[in-house]
């Protein structure tokens, strides 16, 4: 009997404070980020296999290729992240390896704004923690998913994907110079969460962005010293104070208004966070009966948030059923990264 080693790591929604986890503004000014994990993931498995071969199979996107055994896959233009995971276990803690199949699936479509790359790279290192038993506590595997997709692939973006979905929960996130993190876990009411999860509305605009242009925007903002853009960052991080004192408190009334504030002050930090079809989104949630909303992760498309208060909700979902998106329902899920192996017959 054959073994295969599964894991899985929760998406998140961002809060407050979004944006002000990326490097520079963090490292200079210091970020704050509060997120909390949802009941969509992403799931990695790894089968080791004696054909020689190494097959990367990403399956929500019917994407795989396939290599013979080595210490290092060739980069391309797809499954760069499956394979700039092997490459750097690989580096790092040189296991044999006479073929293996990676096959990933992701809850929620690639930048929709919930997290879904970093996440993925989360779930992957899972996957190879489980079957060689590396010695990586939470704090390690959420820095080695940052450097795997920051340094080694250079991908833009911020620090506060990778700790979400390793540590799971709400969580008041703190970002420093030197890449140093504190994930500070919030201890919410179980009935708070409740109706939390009944007044917020995730809704799909059915488009996806590229948060890589917009970050480089973000990133250019502060390296030029734009002070529009620093001082709509600053905003945000007192917008992550607000949001946990708010949540602590069980103040959820306030929700609407923080997160309202909170948009008008993410558009101004660069210019492709909105566009018309967002506003346009966002006044008709407002007109039946939202209190505020986001726009999840960089900007641009993807996942919207709104916060709808007593039973608006509905209104809210009818009032967008005219953009051709769709609501997604989730509970807040309080684990993060989960790992565990099974015995299967060898195909």
Request: hydrophobic share 40%.
């Amino acid at each position: 009997m054959n073994k295969i080693f599964r894991s899985k790591a929760p998406l998140r929604i961002g809060l407050a404070g979004g944006g002000t986890d990326v490097s520079p503004y963090s490292d200079i000014y210091g970020g704050a980020i509060l997120n909390a994990t949802v009941s969509l993931f992403a799931h990695a498995a790894i089968e080791p296999t004696n054909d020689g071969r190494l097959t990367f199979h990403a399956a929500d996107i019917d994407i795989k290729e396939s290599f013979d055994v080595a210490n290092t896959a060739p980069l391309t233009d797809q499954l760069n992240l499956l394979k700039g995971v092997y490459n750097r276990i690989q580096k790092d803690f040189g296991f044999e390896c006479s073929g293996l199949r990676l096959t990933t699936f992701v809850d929620a479509p690639p930048g929709s704004g919930l997290g879904t790359s970093s996440t993925l790279v989360v779930a992957i290192i899972g996957a190879f923690v489980e079957m060689l038993n590396l010695p990586l506590g939470e704090y390690d595997i959420a820095r080695y998913a940052y450097d795997i997709e920051r340094k080694d692939l250079g991908l833009a973006g911020g620090k506060q994907d990778q700790y979400a979905a390793t540590f799971g929960g709400v969580n008041y996130m703190e970002f420093m110079k030197d890449d140093k993190t504190i994930v500070n876990p919030l201890r919410i009411k179980r009935r708070i969460l409740h109706e939390l999860e009944n007044n917020i509305v995730l809704f799909y605009t059915d488009t996806s962005r590229e948060s890589a242009q917009i970050i480089t925007e973000q990133v250019k903002n502060v390296n030029n010293n734009n002070q529009e853009s620093i001082d709509a960052m600053h905003h945000l991080k007192e917008q992550a104070v607000m949001m946990k004192e708010a949540l602590l408190r069980g103040e959820l009334d306030k929700l609407g208004t923080i997160l309202d504030y909170g948009f008008e002050q993410k558009r101004k930090m660069a210019k492709n966070i909105s566009n018309s079809l967002i506003e346009s989104i966002y006044a008709s949630a407002k007109s039946a009966g939202a209190t505020g909303g986001k726009i999840s992760g960089a900007g641009g498309g993807g996942f919207m948030l709104f916060y709808c208060p007593h039973n608006s909700r509905y209104e809210v979902i009818r009032a967008l059923s005219q953009y051709g998106g769709k609501s997604i329902s989730f509970q807040f899920i309080e684990y993060g990264l989960t790992t565990w192996n099974t015995k299967i017959t060898p195909r």
